[in-house]
């Protein structure tokens, strides 16, 4: 453990891109080999915004890194945050429990946060907004949301007392994470569901992706799958009814456009449509 915290204290930003560049090139080519739905679509076409917007999110995450470095430095020269303040434990546990509250803070709280405040979603809808999601749909963010969510990663390093280090553990997981939850694969349902008691798992995650609520509201989870189960926002629902976007924007020619979505936040949109409890 001390050899991996020792690595992503000082991980060259060339390690950072092969994570991400080795991610989406793994989970591309395991969607081709077991795909969960067959798309009809030019892949590379589709990928073209989802690639542009991970490239967005990377320049700003890299442009305020400065800010994590220092803050997460402060907090551990002052011995400040919930995992400064707790009686000395194994390093393992350490990491581990400052992993599990970024995914909190930085993850699960800003998503829910996002769903809830009007503003913050119609961001957030760009997220929402593909008809096919696939693994290059993980990092989808208008440009605003990922400095709304860098905000929130800031504060839960404030609020954690997180050392650099494991803010580095904690990016690399939650990009390999959210590709594979993403991922257009097909796994066998025992084995998808086993994982959806740990970690987000592909099916789990799908139904968060389907187009009308309540199933868009529920499965805010990135890496783990105990804030949903935890605060009751877990739902099932079979893949085979899964459809894709949201009904608020349903025009996918739209949808895919680059110059549309960065001002997909400042459009009007028409009231979604909610499924009654009794027909879930």
Excluded: C
Excluded at 165 to 173: E, F, S
Aim: hydrophobic share 50%.
């Amino acid at each position: 453990m001390e050899t991996i915290i020792n690595y992503f204290e000082t991980i060259p930003s060339s390690h950072r891109a092969a994570i991400v560049i080795g991610g989406l090139t793994f989970f591309w080519l395991l969607e081709g080999a077991v795909p969960l739905f067959k798309f009809n679509y030019k892949k590379w076409k589709h990928a073209v915004p989802n690639i542009f917007f991970t490239l967005t999110t990377i320049i700003i995450n890299f442009a305020l890194a400065f800010l994590l470095l220092n803050t997460a430095d402060w907090v551990v020269a002052n011995d400040f945050g919930i995992i400064n303040w707790l009686p000395e434990m194994p390093l393992w546990l350490y990491v581990l429990l400052a992993v599990l509250l970024l995914d909190f803070i930085g993850a699960y709280l800003a998503h829910y946060v996002e769903h809830k405040v009007k503003p913050l979603w119609m961001v957030h809808l760009v997220h929402h907004t593909d008809h096919k999601v696939d693994t290059t749909t993980a990092n989808r963010h208008h440009p605003l949301e990922s400095l709304i969510r860098f905000g929130f990663t800031l504060a839960g390093v404030f609020i954690i007392g997180t050392p650099i280090a494991i803010v580095m553990l904690y990016q690399a997981m939650s990009l390999i994470a959210t590709q594979f939850s993403h991922a257009n694969i097909k796994l066998p349902k025992s084995v998808d569901n086993a994982l959806s008691w740990v970690i987000v798992s592909p099916d789990m995650h799908k139904v968060h992706h389907h187009n009308v609520l309540p199933y868009t509201d529920s499965n805010y989870g990135n890496i783990f799958a105990i804030w949903d189960r935890l605060f009751g926002t877990f739902m099932k629902l079979d893949t085979e009814k899964i459809e894709y976007g949201v009904d608020v924007f349903p025009n996918e020619e739209e949808n895919g456009s680059i110059k549309n979505l960065l001002a997909q936040p400042f459009q009007k949109y028409q009231k979604p449509t909610v499924i009654p409890e009794e027909n879930l």
